[in-house]
């Protein structure tokens, strides 16, 4: 296929840099406005391009795949999570879909971090209350949160982002314990001092922290539902940048304020852009705006993972980046 003449739809506003490289090497099509595509505009965009840069948000399903047209050969996301394209449906029609996978683990990771750091160390209640003109002077016993040192963190995914959080948290004195489907290279266990749990359910019994580092699939849709929450101590903190389909918000919300939880600290929500109610009025949980990737380097370098798939693609080699499952 030829470089130059390969149209590519681009669904959202990207970086300038990124933009311009693309405009270089391809005819584009951008979403100067950045406005969300509705179905029929994103449909109309794919059909008239050979190359789809996505992201989250976009709704990719089977329906928008039948009617794509025959054009449509590559959605290149720009993001690492594909739950909102139908993997099956793109398979059926031979369309590859690419993602930005290993380029934004560390900042998600800190943002994890700050999370597991910022929820029992109540920070940002102190800033409210500094802010409020709550704060009369240090007192021996105001403002108490709990030691974050010597806790048992829980991950429910030790893969990329997984690890880079392990690797964060060893350095504050947390132990690491996780739940994957089958146990990781036993190098980086051993690295990690990490506990493998076969069962989630232990595991979520013995844990102090949580933090959900796994990617949102038909399988692990409400993964920390209502009866797993319950296992958890009620010290105990759960902390998502990863997608908030993963855990059952209401349950969550409802355990944390009958006290059966300590907190949370969530930069993902079920329904997006939407918070949970319940959640936002919670003292003790912390909620962030979807910004776990939100850095400018992240950013960049996402939509230099992008280009790159489209390149190769229009150069007739495999993009690295092909996502096979929703597994990350
Ligand atoms: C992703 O990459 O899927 C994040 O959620 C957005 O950066």
Not at 29 to 53: K, M, S, T
Not at 104 to 117: C, H, R
Not at 122 to 135: Q, Y
């Amino acid at each position: 296929m030829n470089a130059k003449r390969l149209k590519i739809a681009v669904t959202r506003k990207l970086p300038d840099a990124v933009e311009a490289r693309l405009a270089d090497l391809f005819d584009v099509i951008f979403n100067p406005d950045d406005v969300l595509l509705d179905r029929g505009a994103l449909i109309a965009r794919a059909r008239e391009a050979d190359v789809l840069a996505s992201t989250l948000g976009d709704q990719l399903d089977a329906v928008f795949f039948a009617q794509a047209g025959d054009r449509l050969k590559l959605v290149a996301n720009f993001g690492a999570g594909v739950d909102h394209i139908d993997l099956a449906a793109a398979r059926a029609k031979d369309i590859i879909v690419t993602n930005t996978p290993s380029v934004l683990a560390e900042d998600a990771a800190d943002m994890a971090m700050a999370l597991i750091l910022a929820v029992p160390r109540r920070l940002v209640e102190g800033v409210r209350a500094l802010e409020m003109g709550a704060f009369q002077g240090w007192s021996p016993t105001w403002m108490l949160g709990r030691r974050v040192r010597g806790k048992k963190l829980g991950i429910i995914g030790l893969g990329r982002v997984g690890q880079a959080v392990a690797l964060r948290a060893r350095a504050f004195g947390l132990s690491i314990h996780y739940h994957n489907r089958a146990s990781i290279n036993p190098h980086v266990e051993e690295e990690l001092e990490a506990t493998y749990w076969e069962s989630l359910d232990q595991m979520l019994a013995h844990t102090d922290i949580v933090s959900v580092n796994c990617p949102h699939t038909p399988a692990t849709y409400h993964l920390l539902s209502r009866r797993r929450l319950e296992l958890l101590q009620p010290h105990a903190y759960v902390v998502n940048i990863s997608r908030g389909e993963l855990i059952d918000e209401d349950a969550l919300a409802d355990l944390i304020a009958a006290g059966r939880l300590a907190g949370a600290g969530l930069d993902v929500f079920e329904n997006e852009p939407s918070a949970n109610p319940k959640l936002m009025a919670a003292p003790n949980v912390v909620l962030l705006p979807h910004m776990a990737s939100a850095t400018v380097e992240s950013r960049l370098e996402m939509g230099e993972c992008v280009i790159i798939n489209i390149k190769m693609f229009a150069d007739g080699h495999k993009p690295p980046d092909r996502v096979i499952s929703g597994i990350l």
